[in-house]
T-cell receptor, first 118, second 112 residues
Framework: GAVVSQHPSWVICKSGTSVKIECRSLDFQATTMFWYRQFPKQSLMLMATSNEGSKATYEQGVEKDKFLINHASLTLSTLTVTSAHPEDSSFYIC??????????????FGAGSRLTVL | DQQVKQNSPSLSVQEGRISILNCDYT??????FLWYKKYPAEGPTFLIS?????DKNEDGRFTVFLNKSAKHLSLHIVPSQPGDSAVYFCAASAANDYKLSFGAGTTVTVRA
């Protein structure tokens, strides 16, 4: 089946530094990838939709200059948390969608990346 | 604004019994509903879905029921097995919109 790899799975960084998280679709081409953020005991909150070859679409309240998303190829999307602060500490999960017209249930999720900002 | 709500954060059930997970939604534009299962340190995996034109969908031990008038859906797992212990997320999407709105999840623990 479809596999999405997310790296790193766990990262600790100092406040003010930037952190990049990669999301790769291993055995399929993903025209669209999604980035979610999950706080403890809360739902997955969609941050942005990443489309290959075009600018990401951010959800309301998500700072695009803070969370830089790049989807340079059909198998790779990256999320860069710039000038990270402790409040950015969270669990970030990406998902990838096969094809352009596939139904919602073909979203495949990565294992997530736990970011801790000291 | 939480459009998908799972009001029970946890559920404990004995092996062999039925697990019933509930989910409510507020957006009347939602017409496709999904359940995802998540183990610790792994990403959510798709479990079962239902379209708004149906009120029931069954796949093995898993059945999802949809009550559109009440904006409520439920997931039944019967019989429950220890391997079913996980966090279950309810999700919904609107027509022609592949973005998913998720509930907060329900942690299911199946006791041997």
């Amino acid at each position: 089946g479809a596999v999405v790899s997310q790296h790193p799975s766990w990262v600790i960084c100092k406040s003010g530094t930037s952190v990049k998280i990669e999301c790769r679709s291993l055995d399929f081409q993903a025209t669209t990838m999604f980035w979610y953020r999950q706080f403890p005991k809360q739902s997955l909150m969609l941050m942005a939709t990443s489309n290959e070859g075009s600018k990401a679409t951010y959800e309301q309240g998500v700072e695009k200059d803070k969370f830089l998303i790049n989807h340079a190829s059909l198998t790779l999307s990256t999320l860069t948390v710039t000038s990270a602060h402790p409040e950015d500490s969270s669990f970030y999960i990406c998902s990838a969608r096969q094809g352009r017209y596939s139904g919602a249930n073909v979203l495949t999720f990565g294992a997530g990346s736990r970011l801790t900002v000291l | 604004d939480q459009q998908v709500k799972q009001n029970s954060p946890s559920l404990s059930v004995q092996e062999g019994r039925i697990s019933i997970l509930n989910c409510d939604y507020t957006n009347s534009m939602f017409d496709y509903f999904l359940w995802y299962k998540k183990y610790p340190a792994e990403g959510p995996t798709f479990l079962i879905s239902i379209s708004s034109i149906k009120d029931k969908n069954e796949d093995g031990r898993f059945t999802v029921f949809l009550n559109k008038s009440a904006k409520h859906l439920s997931l039944h797992i019967v019989p429950s097995q220890p391997g079913d212990s996980a966090v279950y997320f309810c999700a919904a999407s609107a027509a022609n919109d592949y973005k998913l709105s998720f509930g907060a999840g329900t942690t299911v623990t199946v006791r041997a």
